[in-house]
């Protein structure tokens, strides 16, 4: 049985009273009842208290724009039997609506009498069916429980599926219109671009902000947010170009309701509050007014309790006698000799340096997972000749999307129709835009500069190369945050001395001068400046188009002295170059280049790419294939020209019965000692000529191989599974000093490790899939193949532009965060030593050790934040380029686009 009553306190608003309709805000069929609500009218909002609670009387009052209840009333049945399940025509949901419809009359009528009106009615469902159970205070349960039958949300134009419902602290739940879909936010305050929001789940519960956040943290549109539990508050500055307030809403609302929200709320977090109080009123009572000296070491007493709990667990969990327990001995002290004024700044300056910490995490950790740029939310879908707007969760692989000039390509596809011009300096680092064409791959977070194209899905949302990214970015910062850093390390060498010459000041100076020189630790600041500047390195890294996926791989990479080179798509291109062609039977080279270029045309693999580039530089128009007889097998067979053209191996062409002149025999066996590849070719059964295709090596070897010596590396080598001639001659070019030839991909792990058993620190330099064994071996493992492989690569470091350009500049920020950790440590171990000094000769308190201790510590933390200087620089420096590069590529686009439509309209009139 459904009890409720219908009431109307005032104009444009109607109550109803229920202690079964809200027990469970969450259930499909409530959440579809209150879409019917929301439905009836496009300004209604709902507000619920009690809600949630089974056995608690709940009301529901929704505001409504009608000057009476009548047409509201109606527009509610109307919307009820909509969607009301037709298998079951008399159940709970059609009697709502009939009881709403009797209601009409009556409520109207009171309302206008007194202004207040209710009526109860006590309805059983259609006859035969018992009355329902009681409902039970979880989601999920029995949705006979609540209404005999299930509510069809697919007839809904307003949907609340999206959407979690919590009550707040007071047990009220508000609901309110969002286009399309209803939203449980409440806007605070509203600025153009700008929102400030409140929902009920965030208030005191710190993994709820912290899940929102990390939604946001990568959505296109969204320039910055903060999330504050202690208010339950959310503000958000978004680019409005991009992203509609609805829009927004949407996507805060599908956050909430993938997060997990626990029941009880957090405690309340006054550390940092209650540390700056105590602060003025510890000196008030010490150096003025004695009474309040209870108060204030009680309130000390109570700021340093996480002090305490963090030596605790450094000592029973974690087995180590570290810097926490220093802190703890100190706070014990300042409360043993009764320095209160002096502890209570102690524990400000912890506070604030944990804090401080917490907050550069944060940052640094958004800086280095927004470095390979962000995702769309929203795409524009190709149905039906159309373009609809669709969540991307909706996407399917092979739906066709639209991409225009400025949108952020949001998946990664293949262009089917159309060309555009994309900036991916976000994804590789290149700073100039890339042409698209039909059959180019495009990645999601990579920006259209010009054009229009449609793209097949490939991969959407959190499988993209770009979402892959970003969780590894996250994992590789959380491990080396979690584990012991270097930092920590130091820190705990430092505690056994100050405990030792913390002795020596009890015996010679008495108590006070014990705790001056045991807060004048070396290690408290260490600990904190050390991992802040591992992380604010790796964002640094991110940033310059270097995807850092183990932490650890930044701190080995400063004592690297050797870097071994895989040769084949390391050293050298995977596409190789023509070198020499050779022409017989009184064909021109030209000619045999042409024929061969229109035979290999149709094919992407890298011997076909360089023979068709080698001719495309001739100017020479490349000649059409007759389909009707074109043969592909052991090598080509094509009719262009009215000539029967062969092309492949020399193996092909002998099978095929055509006759080899004599001197060909010599140019082969010289090719294959050189490690060069062979495509020969024949012209209407005759030998026509042969291409020879050797290893192109990069442009920017000889300058990387410079730099790395300049930057201490002792021992450069190649290693290569090509024959013996090619690597020496290659290793004698680039002057290295050893090379390995004819290595297999499996065995390449052996000379790894083979120099390491010289003493050596090994980087290898690799592929990323065929040398994996190899690069799990070495101290520090490179790849070369950017975005594309990041699921596979077993590498700890990937190069996003596919170019050794960043191997300089990785050894770089290697080197830079040595120094960052070795200067913090100077800065730390200067001014505690000359503390000590003073404790001895010059007298010097507690309060001149916490002033000098937490100054270097605070020092120190500044200086591990210098990396994020250098980062606000390389933005500057990469927006300027990609600025200027955008320009450049929108005006050749605007002068070749007329060219290529004048040939197309040409051709069409042909």
């Known amino acids: 049985m459904t009890e409720f009553s219908l009431a109307t306190p005032r104009a444009g608003c109607l109550q109803i009273i229920s202690k079964t309709l809200f027990a469970d805000l969450n259930h499909a069929n409530t959440k579809a009842f209150l879409s019917c609500l929301l439905e009836a009218d496009p300004s209604a909002s709902i507000v619920i208290r009690g809600g949630g609670v089974v056995g608690r009387e709940a009301v529901a009052e929704i505001t409504h724009s009608s000057a009476s209840a009548a047409p509201f009333l109606r527009a509610i049945s109307h919307r009820l039997r909509t969607i009301a399940n037709a298998s079951k025509p008399v159940n709970a949901d059609a009697v709502l609506a009939s009881v709403a419809e ?221 810097v926490d327990v220093l802190d703890a001995i100190v706070v014990a002290g300042c409360l043993a000799t009764g320095q209160i004024f002096a502890g209570s700044v102690l524990c400000l300056c912890l506070s604030f340096g944990r804090m401080l910490v917490k907050k550069t995490q944060d940052d640094s950790k958004r800086l280095l997972v927004q470095a390979f740029g962000k995702q769309a939310q929203f795409v524009r879908l190709w149905k039906n000749g159309e373009e609809v707007e669709t969540p991307m969760e909706e996407l399917n692989k092979g739906d066709i999307i639209v991409i225009h000039t400025g949108d952020a390509v949001p998946v990664d596809g293949v262009l089917k129709e159309g060309m555009a011009m994309i900036d991916q300096h976000a994804l590789t680092g290149e700073s100039t835009p890339s042409e698209k064409a039909v059959g180019d791959r495009v990645f999601a977070s990579t920006l259209v500069v010009a054009g229009k194209a449609f793209i097949e899905v490939e991969t959407a949302g959190c499988d993209t190369a770009s979402a892959k990214i970003a969780q590894i970015l996250n994992d590789s910062a959380g491990y080396k945050l979690e584990s012991q850093n270097k930092g920590e390390k130091m820190a705990d060498k430092c505690v056994v001395p100050t405990l030792g010459i913390a002795a020596v000041a009890m015996a010679t100076l008495g108590p006070q001068g014990a705790v001056a020189v045991l807060n004048s630790d070396f290690g408290t600041g260490i600990r904190m400046a050390a991992p802040l500047g591992m992380l604010t390195s790796l964002a640094l890294c991110a940033h310059k188009g270097i995807l850092v996926k183990d932490g650890r791989a930044l701190d080995l990479m400063n004592d690297i002295d050797t870097v071994l080179f895989d040769k084949t798509g390391t050293l050298t291109r995977e596409r190789p170059e023509v070198g020499r062609i050779v022409s017989y039977n009184g064909h021109s080279k030209e000619r045999v280049l042409q024929l061969v270029a229109a035979a290999e045309q149709r094919f992407a693999h890298p011997i076909a790419k360089a023979i068709v580039m080698e001719f495309e530089g001739t100017g020479m128009p490349m000649l059409p294939i007759d389909d009707s007889e074109y043969k592909v097998g052991y090598g080509i067979d094509a009719a262009i020209d009215g000539h029967q053209v062969m092309v492949g191996s020399i193996r092909y062409l002998k099978m095929e019965g055509i006759e080899m002149p004599a001197e060909v025999d010599a140019f082969v066996a010289d090719a294959h000692h050189e490690g060069n590849t062979l495509v020969m070719a024949a012209i209407d059964r005759k030998f026509a000529g042969v291409i020879e295709l050797c290893a192109a090596q990069r442009p920017e070897v000889v300058e990387i191989i410079a730099g790395l010596r300049a930057r201490g590396i002792k021992h450069i080598a190649i290693i290569s599974g090509d024959h013996e001639a090619p690597t020496r001659k290659l290793a004698l070019a680039l002057g290295m000093d050893e090379y390995f030839a004819g290595v297999l991909p499996g065995d390449k792990a052996e000379y790894v490790e083979r120099l390491q058993k010289q003493g050596k620190k090994v980087c290898f330099v690799g592929d990323g899939i065929n040398d994996s064994i190899a690069l799990k071996k070495a101290n520090v493992s490179i790849s070369l193949r950017g975005a594309s492989s990041i699921a596979t690569d077993t590498a700890q470091i990937v190069f996003m532009e596919e170019s050794l350009h960043r191997l300089c500049e990785l050894r770089d920020v290697a080197m830079s965060l040595d120094r960052n950790i070795k200067n913090s440590w100077y800065l730390i171990l200067a001014p505690n030593a000359l503390c000590i000094l003073g404790a001895f000769t010059m007298g010097f308190g507690i309060m001149a050790s916490v002033l000098t201790n937490n100054v270097a510590a605070l020092a120190a933390l500044a200086n591990g934040m210098l990396p994020l200087k250098r980062i606000a620089d390389e933005q500057k420096r990469k927006a300027a380029e990609t600025e200027l590069a955008n320009a450049l590529a929108l005006q050749q686009h605007s002068q070749v686009r007329p060219a290529v439509h004048s040939e197309k309209r040409q051709l069409q009139a042909v």
């Open 102 to 322: 009797t209601a009409e009359c009556e409520v109207t009528a009171k309302t206008s009498a007194s202004g207040q009106a209710k009526k109860s009615g006590h309805h059983r469902a259609d006859a035969g069916q018992s009355a329902p159970a009681s409902p039970k205070h979880a989601p999920g349960t029995n949705a006979e429980h609540y209404y005999p039958g299930q509510l069809n949300n697919d007839g809904l134009r307003v949907s609340l599926l999206d959407t979690r419902l919590f009550p707040d602290r007071k047990g009220v739940t508000r609901i309110g219109r969002n286009g399309t879909h209803a939203t449980s936010w409440e806007i605070v305050h509203e600025l153009p671009g700008r929102l400030r929001l409140k929902h009920p789940a965030l208030y005191r519960r710190k993994e709820v902000c912290q899940a929102v956040e990390r939604e946001l943290m990568s959505v296109l549109g969204i320039d910055n947010y903060k999330a504050r539990p202690a208010t339950g508050t959310l503000l958000i500055n978004y680019d409005s170009r991009k992203l509609r307030k609805d829009q927004v809403l949407l996507i805060l609302d599908k956050a909430v309701s993938r997060a997990e929200v626990p029941e009880k709320m957090d405690p309340l977090d006054l550390d940092f509050p209650l540390a700056i109080a105590s602060v003025p009123l510890a000196a008030i009572a010490q150096y003025a007014v004695l009474p309040l000296l209870p108060l204030a070491g009680a309130l000390f007493a109570y700021t340093s309790i996480t002090t305490f709990k963090e030596a605790y667990n450094v000592l029973v969990y974690e087995r180590r006698l570290g």
